[in-house]
């Protein structure tokens, strides 16, 4: 008898998906992504070279983004409550130790919840 899959909770824009392809190059290598529930928790998760970052039993793998894992502090993920989170990138340089999406780009998480709508 199979495993029952579970559906990743974790998608990426094209523009997130880019940014990825184009580190993944410039590095040789895949990337992986923790979204923190430190004391700097927010909307930016952290961006690291493929097991750079040591996990906790803390940390919960929401699924991959072409191959690259992205986890997520359980505490975090049950007081955000989201089904899905969407990675992007903005404008702007990294935070930490995270490494870049691009020229002053960085990656961040999205949800439904904080979806902005434009009238």
């Known amino acids: 008898m199979s495993e029952p899959v ?4 974790i998608t ?18 895949p990337v992986m992504f923790v979204q923190s529930g430190g004391c700097c928790a927010g909307s930016t998760p952290m961006c690291y ?3 750079e970052f040591i996990l906790g039993d803390v940390d ?3 699924g991959d983004v072409d191959g690259c894992p992205f986890y997520i ?5 049950e007081a955000w ?29 999205l949800s439904p919840a904080c979806a902005v709508t434009t009238d």
């Open 60 to 62: 919960v793998l929401l």
């Open 6 to 9: 579970t559906p990743a909770r």
């Open 81 to 109: 409550h989201q089904d899905v989170f969407l990675l992007d990138v903005e404008e702007g340089e990294p935070e930490g130790f995270s490494l870049p999406a691009g020229d002053n780009l960085h990656f961040v998480t």
């Open 12 to 29: 990426a824009t094209p523009a997130a998906r880019e940014a990825i392809v184009r580190l993944r190059a410039a590095r040789g290598a």
């Open 49 to 51: 070279p493929l097991g």
């Open 73 to 77: 502090d359980r505490r975090l993920d």
